[in-house]
T-cell receptor
Framework: SAVISQKPSRDICQRGTSLTIQCQVD?????MFWYRQQPGQSLTLIAT?????????ESGFVIDKFPISRPNLTFSTLTVSNMSPEDSSIYLC???????????FGEGSRLTVL | AQSVAQPEDQVNVAEGNPLTVKCTYS??????LFWYVQYPNRGLQFLLK??????LVKGSYGFEAEFNKSQTSFHLKKPSALVSDSALYFC?????????????FGRGTSLIVHP
């Protein structure tokens, strides 16, 4: 299966700042997703990153807070804007192995907002 | 609609004993079922899946899972647990006829294997 590289792997950020997380897949994939995993919680889907068009956001997530880019079939970014301590979480990039049917994940980006 | 339940927040087992992590699901049609594992400070790793065919599915690290349609379950099992199996385990389901590629994840079960 493909390998996903995410960076940064972790960061400590100040309230009110923004941080962009990068996700690179080592092969072309049709579908990429961004998830949030709050401490001790399951995965919550933020959005589907669409290549060449605006991302599709899940209920409770908006583009102004979580702008997403997907310029090609191997790369996506997620920005967490105007951060507050409530945004402290693990953010996971994921891609679909369409032939096999399962998702594969990056190692996650662990953000702490002070 | 699709949903998945992992009824246990935590499972404790002694090393060498068999382990079971439970998962039940609900879909309108037929399911795709998945198990993932998350080791501390890591992303999710795919363990195994049921798509069609044999109800007993074998996966990575000696894990297996049994699809039971009548009980709508897909429990994860391993005959002999290792301390290194201690991790967070997620079950996920996707409805084959739902038209979406996005699975629904359970809340996760923390497996603790004691030496």
């Amino acid at each position: 299966s493909a390998v996903i590289s995410q960076k940064p792997s972790r960061d400590i950020c100040q309230r009110g700042t923004s941080l962009t997380i990068q996700c690179q897949v080592d092969s072309q994939v049709t579908m990429m997703f961004w998830y949030r995993q709050q401490p001790g919680q399951s995965l919550t889907l933020i959005a589907t990153a669409n290549q060449g068009s605006e991302a599709t956001y899940e209920s409770g997530f908006v583009i102004d807070k979580f702008p997403i880019s997907r310029p090609n079939l191997t790369f996506s970014t997620l920005t967490v804007s105007n951060m507050s301590p409530e945004d402290s979480s693990i953010y996971l990039c994921s891609a679909l192995n369409q032939e096999a049917g399962e998702l594969f994940f990056g190692e996650g980006s662990r953000l702490t907002v002070l | 609609a699709q949903s998945v339940a992992q009824p246990e927040d935590q499972v404790n087992v002694a090393e060498g004993n068999p382990l079971t992590v439970k998962c039940t699901y609900s879909v309108s049609g037929n399911p795709y079922l998945f198990w993932y594992v998350q080791y501390p400070n890591r992303g999710l790793q795919f363990l195994l899946k049921y798509i069609t065919g044999d109800n007993l599915v074998k996966g990575s690290y000696g894990f297996e899972a049994e699809f039971n349609k009548s009980q709508t379950s897909f429990h994860l099992k391993k005959p002999s647990a290792l301390v290194s199996d201690s991790a967070l385990y997620f079950c996920a389901v996707r409805d084959k006829s739902g038209g979406s590629y996005i699975p629904t994840f359970g809340r996760g079960t923390s497996l603790i294997v004691h030496p």
